[in-house]
């Protein structure tokens, strides 16, 4: 079975620009959760979606922004960029909703984003 | 607010003895409970989980205990090789919540 996949895997941007990542999940996965990296910051939660409807939403301003669609992939947006949102965006998928408990999120490769 | 901290950035040990990382949480509604591992330019690796019933899971080297009067989990590397040298995450999840959170970190270094 495939695992994660994130697209693009690399992306350079300048401040003010907008992005969107991709992420399928693994096949039968229909949770889909968003996470940033940042040096000695661990992963920050961004978000997390379950059958199309976000269900939490971690303490990121508003220009970051997600969505999923009904084959369960999912795009994450970032608006107007800023050279703090330099960082490795992961998503990760699970097969149902964390909320559940015992649900194992696997991860994607990443997309390593550098703001300019 | 840190929920999950893992106090100890970094940890060496040599090849053969053993690892054992920690994690320390504050939220007592967490109730499962992940060890990832992630080498740079990766995303992370599921490791073993542990949930709040239990005080201990094992799965090959790799041994998770924990102690929720304490608010302590741990993981047991035995024995330790070299290619286990990554940086081991910890996260927590409370049921309703639908989200991890996760430690920062404690890089580990086997030493051959």
């Known amino acids: 079975k495939a695992g994660v996949t994130q697209t693009p895997r690399y992306l350079i941007k300048t401040r003010g620009q907008q992005v969107t990542l991709s992420c399928s999940p693994i096949?039968?996965?229909?949770?889909v959760s968003w996470y940033q990296q940042t040096p000695g910051q661990g992963l920050q939660f961004l978000f997390e979606?379950?059958?199309?409807?976000?269900?939490n939403k971690g303490n990121f301003p508003g220009r970051f922004s997600g969505r999923q669609f009904s084959n369960s992939r999912s795009e994450m947006n970032v608006s107007t960029l800023e050279l703090g949102d330099s960082a490795l965006y992961l998503c990760?998928?699970?097969?149902?909703?964390?909320?559940?408990?015992?649900?194992?999120?696997?991860f994607g490769p990443g997309t390593r984003l550098l703001v300019l | 607010d840190q929920q999950v901290k893992q106090n100890s950035p970094s940890l060496s040990v040599q090849e053969g003895r053993i690892s054992i990382l920690n994690c320390d949480y504050t939220n007592s509604m967490f109730d499962y409970f992940l060890w990832y591992k992630k080498y740079p330019a990766e995303g992370p690796t599921f490791l073993i989980s542990i949930s709040s019933i239990k005080d201990k899971n094992e799965d090959g080297r790799f041994t998770v205990f924990l102690n929720k009067s304490a608010k302590h989990l741990s993981l047991h590397i035995v024995p330790s090789q070299p290619g286990d040298s990554a940086v081991y995450f910890c996260?927590?999840?409370?049921?309703?919540?639908?989200?991890?959170?996760f430690g920062t970190g404690t890089r580990l270094k086997v030493l051959a």
């Open positions: 996260a927590a999840s409370a049921r309703g919540t639908y989200k991890y959170i």
């Open positions: 990760a998928s699970s097969l149902a909703s964390p909320s559940r408990g015992g649900e194992t999120q696997y």
């Open positions: 096949s039968g996965h229909r949770s």
């Open positions: 979606y379950f059958s199309e409807t976000q269900r």
